[in-house]
Each structure stands twice: as C-alpha cells, then as structure tokens.
Nanobody, 130 residues
C-alpha cells in the first residue's frame, strides 16, 4: 500500500498549484481520501477530504472557496486544486487514506480528527511567497 504526493513547489501569493496523490495497493473507491498539511511549528491539520465512490467532499473553513478536492477512480488518483494561495498555506501537504465513515456527514471526522486514517504519504512541500 502506497500513497505518493506530487505537485508541490514555490508559488507567489495569489497563484495556483495542483497536488496529485497516486494510490497503489488499494482502490481509492474503497476509502475516504484526505489532504492534510503541517506548517513549521504547527500541528497537522485536515484540509479537504473526499469519498471517491460517492464524490462526497468536505473542506476546512480556511480553504473553502479556494481549494477543490477531486478524484479519478480509473487512474486511482486524488487531486487538490489550490487557488488564491496565501503565505499561510505554506506547509507540507500529505495525502492519507481512511476507512469510509458511517454516514457521509461523518466525513468531517476524517479531516478534523484524522479519524480512521490507515495510510499516509510522505508529503509534498508547498511554499507560498508574499
């Protein structure tokens, strides 16, 4: 089982990046997939989560309207489109897989509390300059 993130880099404030998460050893349709981030000196936080089989999504307030999570089951991939980036978005971004929660309304628990997360990627660094 493996999750591999890519697409990070250096971007100016107001710019965009698209992160990709490639899953192997399991089908993304069998899990909830989330993007998390950890900024220097801060705790890890959930960003956006998706249940690919239903296309149900949840995003943290800090990124609503700017970030969009999506999936491609045929390619076994999950993406995070990040627009209107801010310096405070600077962090290492991780992809993770969790058991599908009981009820779509519980998807927030995957993002907010890493509930049920079984697998983590190694992360990709996003740096937003002011």
């Amino acid at each position: 089982v493996q999750l591999v993130e890519s697409g990070g880099g250096l971007v100016q404030a107001g710019g965009s990046l698209r992160l990709s998460c490639a899953a192997s050893g399991f089908a993304v349709d069998d899990y909830a997939i989330g993007w998390f981030r950890q900024a220097p000196g801060k705790e890890r936080e959930g960003v956006s989560c998706i249940i690919p089989v239903d296309n149900d999504t949840y995003s943290a307030e800090a990124v609503k309207g700017r970030f969009t999570i999506s999936s491609d089951s045929a390619k076994n991939m999950v993406y995070l489109q990040m627009n209107s980036l801010k310096p405070e978005d600077t962090a290492v971004y991780y992809c993770a897989a969790a058991g599908i929660p009981e009820g779509v309304e519980m998807l927030y628990s995957v993002c907010d509390y890493s509930s049920g997360v079984n697998y983590w990627g190694k992360g990709t660094l996003v740096t937003v300059s002011s």
